[in-house]
């Protein structure tokens, strides 16, 4: 059994808000990117990682990864899920029937190896597979178009979806190929697998393990990086 970690970083970062896509931003020392693809390939499970860019991304050059071997690289997609449907498609004819595909954002490099073994343990115990979240600490809300409140959200069993997310690789290719030919909106590989009827495990993750999305985003992100390099780590 292989693990295929699947990194989509085709995004443009449009609420970011500035001047390059956000995952080339530098934070820590080093760019956004970068900080995820070295906890990723530092873990012992992801041997590889198969990276899905921009077609026209002219920032990648500028990777300290840029030239890793142990990096494949395929053209991202319109929208997050056909960049990894991409490259669930490059690796489908490499893959074995028991491989499984580990998704996780290039956006999220504040990630902890620990939550990564939860995972892995978790699904080796259930085989619609699992993804990590993070329970909802507040009152919910459902908004109208006037931004007023229509009602309040039963928050018993309510998470925040995280990523990795964890699934047999010919399942969730199968699963993705369905819901985008049904052209059903599909935000994470989990939302896939449900419309398969599957219900993948929930694994409690770091509250730290945030996704850069916009600029006030930038200062915990940093903040967060640096606490790994702290003595204590
Ligand atoms: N066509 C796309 C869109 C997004 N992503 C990736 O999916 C992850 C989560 O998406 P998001 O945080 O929304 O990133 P962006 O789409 O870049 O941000 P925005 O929605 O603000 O433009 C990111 O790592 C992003 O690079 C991707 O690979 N391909
Ligand atoms: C996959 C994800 O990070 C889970 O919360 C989220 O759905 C990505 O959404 P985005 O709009 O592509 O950032």
Redesign the pocket.
Known sequence: MTIWPII?????????QADR???YLTLANGLLIDHTLRLLLDHPACQQVVL?LATDDPYWRGSEFSDDARILRVA?????C??VLNALNAILDQAHDDDWALVH???RPCLHHSDIDALLAAAQQHPQGALLATPTRDTMKRGNSEQCVQHTVEREQLWHALTPQLFPLKALHQALEQCLAQQLTVTDECSAMEHMGWQPRLVEGRSDNI?I?RPADLALAEWFLQQREAPCE
């Open positions: 989509p970083a085709a995004g443009v970062g449009s609420r970011m896509p956000k995952q899905a991202g997609g319109q929208e997050r056909h960049s954002d290039v956006a996704k999305t």
